[in-house]
């Protein structure tokens, strides 16, 4: 699993290996949310997301120019049971971290200490 320090992250083994979109229009303030990239999200030029394996792979997807998604590959850590901390490969992306606000088989969502997006 991707935790270190003794540190394990709080994640059903049903969330790895998804691409999980930001679902906008759920959103509040400081919360995201994201679904996975079968559900029936509403028209939208684009969505940014992630994919989070249980080795510690970390890949952000972000807006590509032509509206597809662009990859930013990187790593991810769990801090405790629901923070992880996530660095990226390209230096130019800072690392984050992330909050787990609430899990399910269909959402999560994700506070940012940093956001990027």
Request: proline content about 7%; charged content about 30%.
């Amino acid at each position: 699993m991707g935790a270190r320090c003794g540190a394990k992250a709080d994640l059903p083994a049903s969330v790895y290996g998804l691409t999980w979109l930001n679902s906008y229009e759920e959103d509040s303030a400081d919360v995201r949310t994201y679904r996975p990239n079968t559900f029936d999200f509403p028209p939208s030029r684009g969505r940014t997301g992630f994919m989070i394996q249980a080795d510690g792979t970390f890949i952000r997807y972000g807006i590509a120019p032509t509206d597809g998604l662009e990859e930013q590959p990187g790593k991810w850590e769990a801090k405790a049971k629901d923070r992880l901390l996530v660095t990226f490969d390209n230096p130019k992306h800072a690392p984050e971290e992330l909050e787990i606000i609430s899990v399910t088989a269909d959402q999560i969502k994700l506070r940012r200490k940093q956001d990027q997006e």
